[in-house]
């Protein structure tokens, strides 16, 4: 595990980059972590850095780094006005990790609102060779109902009588003060996994009855888990989000996914190929 | 205010980040504040309470390092025959020592908020470098005040009986537990063997030799209600002094929300000032 700061003197992050254990060989394998935001962040930051942990055990080299304004990355929580802050720090974080690990293309892996914010960074960047979607937020509007819910029903049980207060430009939740055109952003936020054209493998709850299909089925890889959806429960807020064996199944899953990519030579550029015609699409790379 | 890595213990695999003010704000000969883990959320704190604070600190010319012990956040286990009490001390004595090397700062202030205070208070007895301590939600012990006021009191009000009623039908019932299903008590982080004469004892050892401490406690924390069970507690008067007690009665134990954590780094920023500022006397109280 490194901790540095990287990127641009005026736009810092705080990231760990975990080098793989034993030697690799070109074309190297590289994964950029896309946490989630909010209490999610904190909550799931114990399991991925299991998951960078045991990625490294299979040769990948990863970068696990905090947004601005959240974690350890400079900057506050309600100064960030727009989701495009965050999209541009993925893309810083692509750029880092492929100079750090010299990987050509990267995989995206993504919780939650990270998934979400992954999805629409994949869209137009052919540095990213695929994306994995851990329990990605499918529905912003109902997202950010479901925080709001949650506020209330932990100001409800408050030892007092308690509220938080608002206005037109911020809104309090779960501790997090978001700005109005950030929440305003999130609750817009609507599925761009059925648009990617690199493949993708897609965790869910056997619980939510979120749909994944996308045109290309071959590839889309679902796995549904059995896990508890303890994201919304307000007895849950301050639990760590702990999925060891979930974990496990997705690390052999990212292993068999660039397995696959290597195989179909899609984790280094084409030499005149660009991302809507990518020949992954027809050749059955995830199913 | 910069901020910046800083590694130490054994082949620097413990971590942190170094929160430095400005130069020009920066005040000449001021301890450095370390602040430890929370229960297992990594350096930041719980709803990212130790950014704010170390945010606020260098606003105020101290700085400040916000550590992942070992096996927390982004600090590797320690590898060896390491207990786990000692292994909190091995490792904040490493980053005092880095830090000393590093700057020559001889002087730290422990912060730390519910295993973090207790973590503080165990090192604070050992290492005389400690010159001050922030104990939030630290060490408590129940008394007979607080059984009437928190036990019997709670019992003649009307929201602790809707709130009982409401998480009974809502599932999420924690019979004890008055302001949320996920409060700690003393005994879910500190050994059961902790004497309250040992506590008292390492107190007054703290105090002889001129320790500033702050204790911040609040209502979220199951075993203690009021301010005035300090004082039963440990038979120590609070002052506005060496030995400032505070108690927040609409705060949770975690600082859930945005007003009670500006009100406890305010807090704590004006007691460093006073006890650690350019012109303090730590000898002399200083008004809230």
Not at chain 2, 177 to 189: D, N, P, Q, R, V
């Amino acid at each position: 595990m490194q901790p540095r700061f990287f990127g641009d003197d005026d736009s810092q992050l705080y990231g760990v980059y975990h080098t793989p254990r034993g030697k690799v060989n070109r074309p190297f394998k590289a994964v950029v972590i896309c946490p989630p935001t909010g209490q999610d962040y904190i909550r799931s930051h114990w399991c991925l850095k299991l998951l960078a942990n045991q990625l490294t055990r299979k040769g990948v080299h990863v970068l696990r780094f905090d947004y601005a304004g959240t974690g350890d990355s400079p900057g506050s929580f309600e100064d960030v006005k727009s989701i495009e802050t965050w999209q541009d720090n993925i893309r810083q974080a692509i750029r880092h990790i492929r100079e750090q690990s010299k990987a050509e293309t990267v995989m995206l892996a993504g919780l939650r609102t990270g998934a979400a914010f992954a999805a629409q960074v994949a869209q137009d960047n052919a540095d990213v060779n695929s994306v994995v979607l851990w329990e990605p937020v499918v529905d912003g509007a109902r997202y950010v109902g479901n925080l709001r819910n949650q506020h209330a029903d932990m100001l409800d049980l408050w030892v007092c009588k308690m509220q938080t207060q608002n206005d037109e430009r911020h809104e309090e939740l779960l501790g997090s003060l978001f700005s109005r055109s950030l929440l305003d952003e999130i609750e817009d936020l609507k599925s761009a996994y059925d648009s990617i054209v690199q493949p993708q493998l897609i965790i869910k709850l056997d619980s939510v009855d979120d749909q994944f299909q996308h045109p290309e089925q071959s590839i889309q890889k679902i796995v549904s888990v059995d896990d508890e959806n303890s994201w919304h429960d307000p007895g849950s807020l301050e639990t760590a989000w702990l999925r060891p064996a979930t974990t496990r199944i997705v690390v052999r899953n990212i292993d068999d996914m660039f397995k696959r990519l290597e195989r179909f030579e899609a984790l280094t550029h084409p030499a005149s190929t660009e991302m809507n015609e990518t020949p992954i699409a027809s050749t059955g790379v995830l199913v | 205010m910069k901020e910046s890595i800083c590694q130490f213990g054994p082949d620097s695999s413990l971590g942190g980040i170094l929160t430095t003010p400005d130069p020009g704000k920066a005040v000449e000969g001021a301890p450095v504040a370390l602040i430890l883990n929370a229960g297992i959320v990594h350096k930041i704190g719980p709803f990212r309470l130790h950014v704010d604070l170390a945010g606020k600190l260098a606003d105020q010319g101290f700085s400040t390092l916000r550590i992942d012990l070992s096996g927390l956040g982004d600090s590797r286990p320690r590898t060896g025959n390491v207990d786990l009490e000692n292994r909190a001390e091995l490792d904040v004595c490493a980053a005092m020592d880095e830090l000393q090397h590093q700057t020559g700062v001889d002087r730290f202030v422990l912060l730390g908020l519910c295993s973090g205070a207790f973590n503080a208070h165990q090192v604070s007895v050992k290492d005389k470098r400690i010159v001050g301590a922030v104990f939030m939600d630290g060490i408590v012990f129940r008394t007979l005040g607080f059984f009437l006021r928190h036990q019997v009191g709670r019992l003649f009000k009307p929201r602790f009986w809707r709130n009982a009623i409401k998480r009974r039908l809502s599932g999420s019932a924690k019979p004890g537990s008055e302001s949320g299903g996920e409060t700690l008590g003393e005994s879910e982080f500190f050994g059961d063997d902790l004497k309250q004469d040992a506590v008292v004892a390492d107190l007054k050892n703290m105090m002889s030799r001129g320790m500033q401490m702050l204790f911040l406690y609040t209502d979220g924390y199951d075993d203690i209600c009021g301010r005035s069970q300090f004082r039963e507690m440990y038979g120590l008067q609070p002052d506005e002094g060496q030995l400032q007690v505070e108690y927040y009665p609409k705060s949770e134990h975690t600082f859930r929300l945005i007003e009670n954590r500006r009100i406890a780094c305010d807090r704590i920023s004006r007691w460093f000032c006073g006890r650690f500022g350019a012109t303090s006397d730590p000898l002399q109280p200083v008004s809230a």
